[in-house]
Structures are given as structure tokens and as C-alpha cells.
Nanobody, 123 residues
Framework: QVQLVESGGGLVQAGGSLRLSCVLS????????MGWFRQAPGKEREFVAA???????NYADSVKGRFTLSVDNAKNTMYLQMQNLKPEDTAVYYC?????????????????WGQGTQLTVSA
């Protein structure tokens, strides 16, 4: 059974940095598409970044140039390095896995989801 566990959230000041982690167990991490999504209070969950099976990575425009998705295949772990954080980045961040390896921005393509980790950016 595939499980995803996020960690690394917390409280940070605007302009600061933080790194989130997502560990996948019970599945073929290397071949999966992996994505980060977030949900701010009162808003729908939205796409942040995703890695395709061939390591191609795409980002939402709102985080491009500030966030970096990376993976450590040996550790079955995906990271999201976040820099120059803004109050509008405040949200619960979720990681997701896609068995087909497509790794798109569409939430419906993902088969497994973590429980989320809270990021709060203070002004």
C-alpha cells in the first residue's frame, strides 16, 4: 500500500525559506509522477509543482523562480525548497503520487495523497 508522509512545515517570516519533504513508501517512487499542491484557507486546492517520470519538472506561475522541486530516489523522497516566501504562500501543502508517471498539474491524475503539512508565512 502506497503511503505519502509530508514534513517540514512551520511558521516563517516573509522573505524566509523552508524545505518540505515527502516520503513515499510501498510503491515505485522512481517511476511515479510526483506533485506538490496547496490549499489556503477558504480556497480550493491548487497546483504548485510536479515531476514527471523523466524528471521534467513544471511549476505554477505563482511559485516559479522561488520554489524548487527535487527528488532523492535512493530515499524515496521528494522535496520542495521554498525561498522568498510570501504571506500568500500560507497553506496546507500536500504531496501526491501518480502511478502513470505523468506528473501533471491536474489533481485528478493523482492516485495517492499525503495528509498535508501546514506552512504559515507571517508578514
Amino acid at each position: 500500500q502506497v503511503q505519502l508522509v509530508e514534513s517540514g512545515g512551520g511558521l516563517v517570516q516573509a522573505g524566509g525559506s523552508l524545505r518540505l519533504s515527502c516520503v513515499l513508501s510501498g510503491g515505485g517512487f522512481r517511476s511515479y509522477g510526483m506533485g506538490w499542491f496547496r490549499q489556503a484557507p477558504g480556497k480550493e486546492r491548487e497546483f504548485v509543482a510536479a515531476r514527471r517520470w523523466d524528471d521534467f519538472v513544471n511549476y505554477a506561475d505563482s511559485v516559479k523562480g522561488r520554489f524548487t522541486l527535487s527528488v532523492d530516489n535512493a530515499k524515496n523522497t521528494m522535496y520542495l525548497q521554498m525561498q522568498n516566501l510570501k504571506p500568500e504562500d500560507t497553506a496546507v501543502y500536500y504531496c501526491a503520487a501518480d502511478k502513470r508517471g505523468i506528473g501533471t498539474s491536474s489533481q485528478s491524475n493523482y492516485d495517492y495523497w499525503g495528509q498535508g503539512t501546514q506552512l504559515t508565512v507571517s508578514a
